[in-house]
C-alpha cells in the first residue's frame, strides 16, 4: 500500500479531483479493495470479462486511456490493462469525466441518482444534474442496457428506465462545469 499512495503522489500532477470516498467505495464494490486473487493472478468478474481492482473491461480501458491522453491526464508511459494504479487512475478520471455509469458499482451506489421527469416523453429519466434538459447535450432514450463489443446489448442486472444517451455512451460533456455550479 506504501507503494501505491508514493506512485500516486508522484503523479500528482495529472491529479484529478475525484471524490476520494466514493473512489473507495467503488472498489471495495468491485473488487475487495483488491487488484490480485489470493493466488496472485489479476482479479477477475463477469466471467473473466472484466479484471483488476476496478474491474475494467480490456476495451473500456484502453478507450479511457486514450481519452485521457488526448486530454494530457496520462502520466504513465504507454497503458497496461492489468496495472492496479493505472486502473486507480482511470476510474478517478472516468468520475470526473462523467462515465461514472460504467461502473455498476457506482449505480448501486447511488441509488438516489438524480432523474427528472421529461414532459415531452412523461418518463423519469437518470441524468447527472437537474439542469441536464436546458443542455444541448441533453438526449433522453430508453437504456437500451450494456453493449459490448463483439457481442452486442445485453440487459443490466439494474432496471434504469429511461437514461441520458449521450451521457451513457461519451460521459457527461458538461459535467466539470456542472460539478460546481448545482446538484
Request: charged content about 30%; aromatic content about 12%; some cysteine.
Amino acid at each position: 500500500m506504501k507503494h501505491l499512495a508514493l506512485l500516486l503522489m508522484l503523479y500528482s500532477a495529472h491529479a484529478v479531483a475525484a471524490d476520494q470516498h466514493l473512489v473507495d467505495a467503488i472498489l471495495m464494490c468491485e473488487s475487495s479493495n483488491r487488484h490480485y486473487e489470493l493466488d496472485g493472478r489479476v482479479r477477475f468478474g463477469d466471467d473473466g470479462i472484466s479484471r483488476g481492482i476496478a474491474q475494467f473491461r480490456k476495451e473500456t480501458f484502453y478507450e479511457f486511456a486514450a481519452m485521457a491522453k488526448k486530454q494530457g491526464r496520462w502520466p504513465f508511459k504507454r497503458p497496461r490493462w492489468f496495472d492496479e494504479q493505472q486502473q486507480i487512475h482511470l476510474l478517478k478520471w472516468g468520475l470526473d469525466n462523467g462515465y461514472e455509469r460504467r461502473w455498476t458499482c457506482w449505480r448501486k451506489l447511488k441509488r438516489d441518482e438524480v432523474k427528472i421527469k421529461d414532459k415531452r416523453f412523461g418518463q423519469m429519466v437518470d441524468v447527472y444534474d437537474r439542469i441536464c434538459p436546458t443542455l444541448e447535450c441533453y438526449w433522453p432514450r430508453p437504456d437500451p442496457g450494456v453493449f459490448t463489443q463483439g457481442v452486442g446489448y445485453r440487459q443490466r442486472s439494474i432496471k434504469i428506465g429511461w437514461l441520458c444517451g449521450t451521457r451513457e455512451v461519451r460521459g457527461c460533456p458538461d459535467a466539470r462545469k456542472l460539478k460546481g455550479e448545482s446538484k
